[in-house]
């Protein structure tokens, strides 16, 4: 049974930075596309970024695009979010995800999930 654990979440000012990180039970990352998502109260999860079991492909949702980066260590079997330039509005359970394809993270058709981290931005 794969694990994705999650770590790396806070409490941070608007403006601050956070890196989440995944770290996978086993050679998940270098078979499996590695993607986060994320939950704020009241709304449905939603796509954040994705990248291919080779790290050469990256996608993210508009409106992180130009402040969070997605990358992927698979010597380490980890995947990692950088989060610059935080607002409010990203506060949010953030979960690290696992599928077969980069197209099938973008639905949230999973093979597996992560427990989720919390990310707070403060204004």
């Known amino acids: 049974q794969v694990q994705l654990i999650e770590s790396g979440g806070g409490l941070v000012q608007a403006g601050g930075s956070l890196r989440l990180s995944c770290a996978a039970s086993?050679?998940?990352?270098?078979?499996?596309?590695m993607g986060w998502l994320r939950q704020a109260p009241g709304k449905e999860r939603e796509f954040v970024a994705v990248?291919?079991?080779?790290?050469?492909?990256?996608y993210y949702a508009d409106g992180v695009k130009a402040r969070f980066r997605i990358s992927k260590d698979n010597a380490k079997n980890a995947v990692y979010l950088q989060m610059n330039n935080l607002k409010p509005e990203d506060t949010a359970v953030y979960y690290c995800a696992a599928a077969e394809r980069t197209s099938d993270v973008q639905i949230k058709r999973i093979n597996y999930w992560g427990q989720g981290t919390q990310v707070t931005v403060s204004s």
């Open positions: 086993e050679r998940t990352s270098s078979r499996h596309a």
């Open positions: 990248v291919d079991w080779s790290g050469a492909s990256r």
